[in-house]
Structures are given as C-alpha cells and as structure tokens.
T-cell receptor
Framework: DTAVSQTPKYLVTQMGNDKSIKCEQN?????MYWYKQDSKKFLKIMFS???????INETVPNRFSPKSPDKAHLNLHINSLELGDSAVYFC??????????????FGSGTRLTVV | GESVGLHLPTLSVQEGDNSIINCAYS??????FIWYKQESGKGPQFIID?????DKRQGQRVTVLLNKTVKHLSLQIAATQPGDSAVYFC??????????FGTGTRLKVLA
C-alpha cells in the first residue's frame, strides 16, 4: 500500500500547455510538500501545506499553483509550461513538525518533460 | 546564503569496503539533520538522522557523525553492498516546515 503516491509518473507536454500533478498520502500526516529536482539531482522546496494551509512558497513563479482539497491531498497545477520546468517533481509528507514530526516520506516522483 | 553542500559528487567503492560520504552545512544554528538515499527512479528515503546535541548516531550498517565546530556531517556505510548504490543527500532542518538538501553524492559499488 503506497504511502505517498503521485500521478502521473511521466508527463511529456508541449510548451505553453497547462498540466496538473496529483499527490495523495495515506499516512495521516498533517503536512505536505512539493519539491523540484533538476537534472543535477538538486532538490529544492517549492511549497509546504499544513492542514490545507499554505505555509511555504519558495519564490515559485505564479504559473505554479498548489491546491490542497484536504490534508491527504496536495495537487500541483502548472500553467503555460516552459522548457525550464522540465524536472522531476516530488511530493512528500510529514507529521506536523510543531507536534514533534521530523523528516519526510517522499513519493516516487513525476518526471515532467516540456518539449 | 543558506546552503548544504557535498565535497564529492561521485564516490566509487569496492564491494565489502566501507564508504564515507561527506556534507558541509552553513547554518550553525541548525539542530537537526537527516541522510536520505535515492535509488534510480524513486524518491529519497530516510536512512538516519541526528540532532545537534549528539556527535554520533548508529543504525544498521550506517553511522552518522556530526562535527558542529566545522559544520560537517558524514555518513559511514559499513561493508558496502551493491544495493547501496544510489545518490545520497544530507538535509538540514532550516525551519519548522523546511529542509535544505545538499547537492547529493552518487555512490557506485564496484563488484
């Protein structure tokens, strides 16, 4: 039973298109995240949500809009895709850090290729 | 600026030897660190963590050492096995909800 699941696993699309990546966790965690991993394997946080509220937005372009319908889901919508958006996007979750939770459980990633 | 970096981008070791992966961090106030392992096509997986009130922590075949004086972390893997081949990241807790990841070290285990 997958703890943090992302769909799709692969996404190839043309520049200018709009696409969404979905993430769901069944761990009962309060906090969810989106990270971007570039071609050099560098992982950088994009967003963090705690109990459906946006906590962190790391200077991500407005074309990226996260949505958390409930604390088990954090979806990522990207408008007007650009070549530089090509990367692997990881969803992660953790227990509420304010209640002693540490460390993330990551999904298996969504490889986005913009052509 | 804030950064967590690694000295060696690729490390090749013979099967059965010990591996040491290093990491430097910049924020002396950081109080919690994690090592993650990322296998090809998968997300990072938690290996071991350490809090700043400790210098050393051991797990199964892995040991993390923390030197706060020089802001340095290392991950030691004993008797390295082919299944240990992966990219290893250190991560520094930079806020309640945020970790900063290092640039990663690729470990290659040679048969």
């Amino acid at each position: 039973d997958t703890a943090v699941s992302q769909t799709p696993k692969y996404l190839v699309t043309q520049m200018g298109n709009d696409k969404s990546i979905k993430c769901e966790q069944n761990l009962g965690h309060d906090t969810m995240y989106w990270y971007k991993q570039d071609s050099k394997k560098f992982l950088k946080i994009m967003f963090s949500y705690n109990n459906k509220e946006l906590i962190i937005n790391e200077t991500v372009p407005n074309r990226f809009s996260p949505k958390s319908p409930d604390k088990a889901h954090l979806n990522l919508h990207i408008n007007s895709l650009e070549l530089g958006d090509s990367a692997v996007y990881f969803c992660a979750s953790s227990q509420d850090p304010n209640r002693g939770g540490d460390g993330y459980t990551f999904g298996s990633g969504t490889r986005l290729t913009v052509v | 600026g804030e950064s967590v970096g690694l000295h060696l981008p690729t490390l090749s070791v013979q099967e059965g030897d010990n591996s040491i992966i290093n990491c430097a961090y910049s924020n002396s106030a950081s109080d919690y660190f994690i090592w993650y392992k990322q296998e090809s096509g998968k997300g990072p997986q938690f290996i071991i963590d350490i809090r700043s009130n400790m210098d050393k922590r051991q797990g199964q075949r892995v040991t993390v050492l923390l030197n706060k004086t020089v802001k340095h972390l290392s991950l030691q893997i004993a008797a390295t096995q082919p299944g240990d081949s992966a990219v290893y990241f250190c991560a520094e807790k930079a806020g309640t909800y945020k970790y900063i990841f290092g640039t990663g070290t690729r470990l290659k285990v040679l048969a």
